[in-house]
């Protein structure tokens, strides 16, 4: 269910890039360059926050954490 949700995030934010993409090439002054310029960058990071849901990519604290528990169980 959580991939599916990181997918169909992933695919909007995508389209939504598609359609903002023609008017960049209108930019005139230095404020719609800065916030096209944050919009990118909030692009990137939703891209890759789903990406990283997808492709099931876990921090290493996790992982640690995971790592303890089962020595954990294993002594029991």
């Keep these: 269910m ?7 995030k992933l695919l ?10 023609p008017s960049i090439r209108e930019m005139t ?4 360059s800065l916030f096209w310029a944050a919009w990118i ?3 990137v990071l ?9 492709l099931d990519i876990k921090s290493g ?3 640690e954490h995971s790592e ?3 020595i954990f169980v294993k002594q029991n």
């Design 2 to 8: 959580m991939k599916r949700n990181a997918l169909l």
């Design 12 to 21: 909007i934010a995508c389209y939504f890039l598609y359609l903002a993409l």
């Design 29 to 32: 002054t230095s404020a719609s």
């Design 41 to 43: 960058v909030f692009f």
């Design 46 to 54: 939703v891209a890759g926050a789903n990406l990283g849901v997808l």
């Design 61 to 63: 604290k996790s992982v």
């Design 68 to 70: 303890n528990k089962r």
